[in-house]
């Protein structure tokens, strides 16, 4: 029953269960394992423990994104490459390689997305998000799957410039860089004009506008120069009758109204942001995923970790419109005893 508990929770519809979904545990190897009994040696062992994982642990939603920071590339642009830190429990996704793709600050200001990149075959797009969720659909069967962009407005412009540059650019040239937005939003547009003519039933779109602290700049300059857009983004897609789930990392309290303005169906959000805040004042017009930090999994005990989900389910059983989520995903930090422990309170308190 997870798609269906998955699409309740999307319709704000009743279910028996709490549905839940979990981001990133491909990297966490010994997790993986110890669910799964799967020795992972290589890739195809990996998808294999990955997909189990995601039967075993119950998923009702898994997050998937079809458009990336490759599509760029394969438009002709450039992106900038900002390292990568350990995630994984192997190390295999550290990089401590940098590249800058617009070294010269006057060129990267001078950057129109629209004029100088690829506008793709409509009919070749719509092909590709129904092969991608064909294929995701096929390897986790019977669990609510997306097709989307990740790379929508913010965080596309972070792919091409890296957030060092970004800022430099909003701060140094505001009017320029209001221009080359605009440019990105016109070129970004024909995905989700192409989804919208998809039979794949939810978008996920991705825009990290926000970082720990809260929005990098003033928020005016987001309700202004981003939010007008995103809304321009999303309304063809809701028009063809679509869900929308919408993710952003950071703090993004600021914003909780402006994200239900776009008429999304779900805000996925970190555990920096209050969830439960954004359920009182908008549960019920739009539905939320999250509620779990994986730092607290990795310093709790277990007494804390059984006080604090009884809690939160007793919470999220009067809201048919909340998924449980550990943000920002479970990684090799979280001890495996404690990311087990968390599973058997799930299982024993997410029953409605």
């Known amino acids: 029953m997870s798609y269906e508990h998955g699409w309740a929770a999307i319709c704000n519809q009743a279910s028996d269960r709490i549905p839940r979904t ?17 020795e992972i040696t290589g890739g195809e062992s990996r998808e294999e423990a990955v997909r189990r994982f995601v039967q075993q642990w119950d998923y009702s939603l898994n997050w998937h994104v079809t458009v990336s920071r490759e599509t760029i590339l394969a ?35 001078r950057l129109r997305p629209s004029e100088e990149y690829t506008f793709f075959p409509r009919r070749e797009l719509v092909e590709r998000f129904e092969r991608d969720y064909m294929e995701v659909q096929r390897r986790y069967p019977g669990v609510l799957s997306t097709a989307g ?28 860089f209001k221009e080359v937005v605009e440019s990105y939003f016109h070129w970004v547009k024909q995905f989700f004009d192409a989804f919208a003519e998809t039979s794949v039933p939810v978008m ?3 825009d990290d506008l926000c970082w720990t602290e809260g929005p990098v700049t003033h928020p005016r300059w987001y309700r202004e120069t981003i939010f007008p857009y995103l809304k321009q983004l999303i309304e063809p897609v809701k028009s063809a009758g679509k869900k929308v789930i919408f993710t952003s990392d950071g703090t993004i309290d600021e914003f909780f109204g402006d994200f239900v303005e776009l008429g999304i169906d779900m805000l996925v959000m970190e555990p920096t942001s209050d969830l439960r805040r954004f359920g009182e004042l908008y549960g019920d017009r739009c539905g939320m995923a999250g509620g779990i930090d994986c730092r ?19 919470w999220g059983k009067k809201r048919n419109n909340f998924i449980l989520a550990s943000g920002n995903h479970l990684p090799a930090s979280v001890p495996v005893e404690k990311a087990l422990f968390y599973q058997q309170m799930y299982r024993k308190y997410s029953g409605r």
């Open 149 to 176: 962009v990740y790379t929508t407005l913010f965080s596309g412009l972070i792919e091409i410039y890296g957030i060092e540059q970004l800022l430099l650019l909003m701060g140094l040239y505001e009017q320029e």
């Open 204 to 206: 996920m779109v991705h």
């Open 75 to 109: 438009a002709g642009g450039r992106v900038t490459d900002m390292g990568h830190a350990v995630f994984a429990s192997d190390g295999s996704d550290f990089t401590a390689e940098t590249s800058v793709a617009y070294p010269d600050i006057e060129e990267a200001i």
């Open 296 to 314: 607290f999994l990795t310093s709790a005990g277990h007494v804390e970790i059984e006080q604090y989900m009884a809690d939160l389910l007793a």
């Open 22 to 38: 979990e981001y990133g545990v491909e990297g966490n190897l010994e997790l993986l394992t110890a669910v799964t009994g799967v």
